[in-house]
T-cell receptor, first 116, second 112 residues
Framework: EAGVAQSPRYKIIEKRQSVAFWCNPI?????LYWYQQILGQGPKLLIQ????????DSQLPKDRFSAERLKGVDSTLKIQPAKLEDSAVYLC??????????????FGPGTRLTVT | QQPVQSPQAVILREGEDAVINCSSS?????VHWYRQKHGEAPVFLMI?????EQKGHDKISASFNEKKQQSSLYLTASQLSYSGTYFC?????????????FGKGTKLSVIP
């Protein structure tokens, strides 16, 4: 079974530039998450999709971040304009719509963003 | 509310045991444990549910104290491959949110 795919793996941009990250979840996984992981910290949820609808985007800085999941499959996260504090690893994760009570998230390899 | 993990870091020799704790100030519905190796994605280890259900790894165990809003991860007879940062993720919003808040992590180093 193919895992969660993300691209690019690394990106270096200057502040005030824009950047986009792409995620392709595991086939059949209805729920997709975007996380921001700052060095030395745990992943912080930015947005959660269920199919192509947003479940929670309360921690997404909407003045500069946007995300979409067209057709309920792959997703794009965009930052425009970037700030120095956006330097982090951006992780995408997906999970199968729970069958019963248990569910687990599968993470992609992440995109390491450096803003200079 | 971010769960609190302890210790922040631990160094073990191969074969030694370790316990990693995770506590929440809010009522927990489930606790998930992940391990992340340097430069890699977090990998699922365990899930513990309110009410006692548990699913996960066959060489690592965990407990869930609902009253104390705490979970502990037990690594016994550690191997070099256990090295990494362990995160607990808590589901606080009740059944059906399918959303986790992660702690800051516990860095485990296993040395020969």
């Amino acid at each position: 079974e193919a895992g969660v795919a993300q691209s690019p793996r690394y990106k270096i941009i200057e502040k005030r530039q824009s950047v986009a990250f792409w995620c392709n979840p595991i086939s059949g996984h209805a729920t997709l998450y975007w996380y921001q992981q700052i060095l030395g910290q745990g992943p912080k949820l930015l947005i959660q999709f269920q199919n192509n609808g947003v479940v929670d985007d309360s921690q997404l800085p909407k003045d500069r971040f946007s995300a979409e999941r067209l057709k309920g499959v792959d997703s794009t996260l965009k930052i425009q304009p970037a700030k120095l504090e956006d330097s982090a690893v951006y992780l995408c994760a997906s999970s199968l719509y729970p069958q019963g009570k248990t569910w687990e998230q599968y993470f992609g390899p992440g995109t390491r963003l450096t803003v200079t | 509310q971010q769960p609190v993990q302890s210790p922040q870091a631990v160094i073990l020799r191969e074969g030694e045991d370790a316990v990693i704790n995770c506590s929440s100030s809010k009522a927990l519905y489930s606790v998930h444990w992940y391990r992340q190796k340097h430069g890699e994605a977090p990998v699922f280890l365990m899930i513990l549910l309110k009410g006692g259900e548990q699913k996960g790894h066959d060489k690592i165990s965990a407990s869930f104290n609902e009253k104390k809003q705490q979970s502990s991860l037990y690594l016994t007879a550690s191997q070099l491959s256990y090295s990494g940062t362990y995160f607990c993720g808590t589901e606080n919003s009740g059944a059906g949110s399918y959303q986790l808040t992660f702690g800051k992590g516990t860095k485990l180093s296993v040395i020969p």
